[in-house]
T-cell receptor, first 117, second 113 residues
Framework: GAVVSQHPSRVICKSGTSVKIECRSL??????MFWYRQFPKQSLMLMAT?????????EQGVEKDKFLINHASLTLSTLTVTSAHPEDSSFYIC?????????????FGPGTRLLVL | AQSVTQLGSHVSVSEGALVLLRCNYS??????LFWYVQYPNQGLQLLLK??????LVKGINGFEAEFKKSETSFHLTKPSAHMSDAAEYFC???????????FGTGTRLQVFP
C-alpha cells in the first residue's frame, strides 16, 4: 500500500518549452502532496506543498510562476515547469502523506529527471 | 527551528560488518524523526520512523534506530551489511505540527565484498 507514481520518469526538452510532471497516489487519497527538487549528490529541497482544491504553498525562493502546481484531486498533483531553462535541469520528486499517519510520514514517488537542452 | 545533521557524507563498510549512520537533531519540542533510503535514480523509501513511542525503532531490511534525547541523536544501525544496502540514506525531522520534512544532507553507504 501507499504507492506513489510519477510520470514521466525522464524527460528531455528544449529551452523555452514547458514540461508537466504528474504525481499520483495509486492506492490511497493524499491529503497533502509535496514537490521536491534534488541536485546531484545533494539533499532534497522542498519546493512547495499542495492541498487538493487550494493554492500551493511555495517555499521561500521558489518562483510560483515558474513552477506551477495544480492539485486537481486527492490522487493527482501536477508540476509544470514553465519556459524551462538549462538551470532547471534536476531530479524532481513528489511525495504524499496518508491520513492517519503521524505528521511527517511521506510516501515518495520514484522521481522525474528533467534535462533542459 | 528544527534541523538535522548527518555526520559523514560517505561511510564504507565490508559486507557483514556493522553499519552505523549518524544523525543528530535540533528541536525545541519532541520531534518526529525519520530515516529514508534512496537507491540510484529512484525516489525515497521510508526505512523507519520515531513518533514518541518506543525509543528503539525497528525498520525494514534489518535496520533500526535509537532515539536518545540526552544526546539529541537518532543513529541508524544494522548488525550486518549486505551489498544491497549500498545507497544514500537521509535522516529527516518533521516540522512541529506540520507535515513538512527537513532533510539532512545524506550519507552515502558503500559496501565492499
Amino acid at each position: 500500500g501507499a504507492v506513489v507514481s510519477q510520470h514521466p520518469s525522464r524527460v528531455i526538452c528544449k529551452s523555452g518549452t514547458s514540461v508537466k510532471i504528474e504525481c499520483r497516489s495509486l492506492d490511497f487519497q493524499a491529503t497533502t502532496m509535496f514537490w521536491y527538487r534534488q541536485f546531484p549528490k545533494q539533499s532534497l529541497m522542498l519546493m512547495a506543498t499542495s492541498n487538493e482544491g487550494s493554492k500551493a504553498t511555495y517555499e521561500q525562493g521558489v518562483e510560483k510562476d515558474k513552477f506551477l502546481i495544480n492539485h486537481a484531486s486527492l490522487t493527482l498533483s501536477t508540476l509544470t515547469v514553465t519556459s524551462a531553462h538549462p538551470e532547471d535541469s534536476s531530479f524532481y520528486i513528489c511525495s504524499a502523506d496518508l491520513a492517519g499517519e503521524p505528521l511527517g510520514t511521506q510516501y515518495f514517488g520514484p522521481g522525474t529527471r528533467l534535462l533542459v537542452l | 527551528a528544527q534541523s538535522v545533521t548527518q555526520l559523514g557524507s560517505h561511510v564504507s563498510v565490508s559486507e557483514g560488518a556493522l553499519v552505523l549512520l549518524r544523525c543528530n537533531y535540533s528541536s525545541s519540542v519532541p520531534p518526529y524523526l525519520f530515516w529514508y533510503v534512496q537507491y540510484p535514480n529512484q525516489g525515497l523509501q521510508l526505512l523507519l520512523k520515531y513518533t514518541s513511542a518506543a525509543t528503539l525503532v525497528k525498520g525494514i531490511n534489518g535496520f533500526e534506530a535509537e532515539f536518545k534525547k540526552s544526546e539529541t541523536s537518532f543513529h541508524l544501525t544494522k548488525p550486518s551489511a549486505h551489498m544491497s544496502d549500498a545507497a544514500e540514506y537521509f535522516c529527516a525531522v518533521s516540522l512541529t505540527n506540520t507535515d513538512k520534512l527537513i532533510f539532512g544532507t545524506g550519507t552515502r553507504l558503500q559496501v565492499f565484498p
